[in-house]
């Protein structure tokens, strides 16, 4: 399992669609909000938690068509298919690996970006907290949609559209989670909603990804 993760962390790299292409869409977005809303710091402040939580899910979105579409190009999905190791295991890894060369690196850049839009300073900690806590829920749920998708030329999106609507309660509650911490009032409950979104596509979406893979590769 290890060995996979190692072995799609370079890939994704290889393949560019890394840490650098999350990053600079990302930057993209946060900059062009201030010609599009207006230079007042008042308001880029309070909208900050929702453009920069936008801003992550469609960075995130970039590189969802690549997690099997090389290994379905090659034939390597099929012997993980018929591998020993679970092919559950195989979606967890490459949604792992989705993760860490996307997610992360949003997750880290995120607080900088928050700079440019004056965002308060009590946010930046429920703003980081909020994305490591949603971002493996995007990855999972983008590892669905790569599944039902596989095999099909063009299928970017398409893809877009599937997992689209399956993003939005992580977006509210990610951005509900920031905008309460801005302003002091209680997190508890957007907090456990995103924490709780989370655990359960973690646990339940491998399942659905890897029956979908089984469908598309017979």
């Not at 905008?179 to 399942?207: D, K, N």
């Amino acid at each position: 399992m290890i060995a996979l993760l190692l072995r799609d962390l370079r890939l994704a790299v290889r393949a560019g669609g890394g840490f650098g292409l999350g990053l600079a869409f990302f930057l993209i977005v946060v900059t062009l909000v201030p010609f599009g809303v207006g230079p007042e710091s008042g308001i880029l402040g309070r909208i900050a938690g929702g453009i920069l939580w936008l801003g992550a899910l469609l960075a995130c979105l970039l590189s969802l068509d690549r997690i099997f579409a090389l290994d379905f190009e090659d034939g390597s999905l099929d012997l993980l298919a018929t591998a020993p190791i679970p092919l559950e295991g195989v979606v967890t890894m490459k949604a792992l690996a989705h993760w860490i060369t996307t997610g992360l690196p949003l997750v880290l850049a995120a607080p900088v970006f928050g700079v440019l839009l004056n965002m308060p300073g009590p946010a930046y900690v429920w703003l980081t907290l909020s994305l490591a806590l949603g971002t493996p829920a995007l990855s999972v749920l983008g590892t669905f949609g790569a599944a039902l998708t596989v095999g099909l030329k063009r299928g970017g999106l398409l893809l877009s559209l599937l997992v689209l609507p399956l993003y939005v309660p992580t977006l509210i509650f990610g951005a509900e989670l920031v905008r309460r911490g801005a302003e002091g009032s209680a997190t508890q409950v957007p907090l456990l909603m995103l924490a709780g979104i989370t655990a359960a596509t973690i646990a339940a979406v491998p399942f659905a990804s890897a029956a979908a893979i089984r469908i598309n590769l017979r």
